[in-house]
Each structure stands twice: as C-alpha cells, then as structure tokens.
C-alpha cells in the first residue's frame, strides 16, 4: 500500500482546509485509514479516523471542527478542517492500518497563523 497526501498549507487562523490522502496498491488489505499529526516537540497523535465500515472517530481538540471522510471510487480520504486554529498547526499523516501492520504517508504540513 502507497499513500500520498496532498492539500497542506498556510491559512489564517478560523479558516479551512482539506487534505486528501490517495491510497493504490493492496487496498484490499486497509482495514481503516486515518490521520495523525504531529508538532515540532511533540508525539504523534490521533486527528480522526475511519474504517472500512464507515465508522469515525476525532480526537477531542477536533471534534466539532474536523470530518474525515472516503471515496471509495477514487480509494481517497479526506480531512476537512474548519475553524482552523494556530495550535492546529504541525504535520499531517496519512495513516492506514492493515492487519500486515501500518503504511504511513509522507506528511503534509498545516501551517495556520494568528
């Protein structure tokens, strides 16, 4: 499986974005694709989630803000970010979990400024 992330960048802090992370190869194999992110300093975290159900989840900072959602067609998620605020700034990950273990993107970074 291969990801690729797009749609990063510089916004004005309340302003919105969205990435979009296209996955080929063994799709087949995805059991759920997310997004992580991570700041200069810090751990890794959890933005939001989907699996091949449908089912999401958000990290609470994002709740409200965030939707992450798929086209099944293109094999491509998204994340749209409204509200956008200067702690959301860092890099973004395309995540997808196989039972074969984790592929990770490249990252995108999501610069937002007050």
């Known amino acids: 499986v291969q990801l690729v992330e797009s749609g990063g960048g510089l916004v004005q802090a309340g302003g919105s974005l969205r990435l979009s992370c296209a996955a080929s190869?063994?799709?087949?194999?995805?059991?759920?694709m997310g997004w992580y992110r991570q700041a200069p300093g810090k751990q890794r975290e959890l933005v939001a989630i989907?699996?091949?159900?449908?089912?999401?989840n958000y990290a609470d900072a994002v709740k409200g803000r965030f939707t992450i959602s798929r086209d099944n067609a293109k094999y491509t998620v998204y994340l749209q970010m409204n509200s956008l605020k200067p702690e959301d700034t860092s890099v973004y990950y395309c995540n997808a979990e196989r039972v074969a273990g984790r592929v990770w993107g490249q990252g995108t970074l999501v610069t937002v400024s007050s």
């Open positions: 989907i699996t091949s159900g449908g089912s999401t």
């Open positions: 190869g063994s799709i087949w194999s995805i059991n759920a």
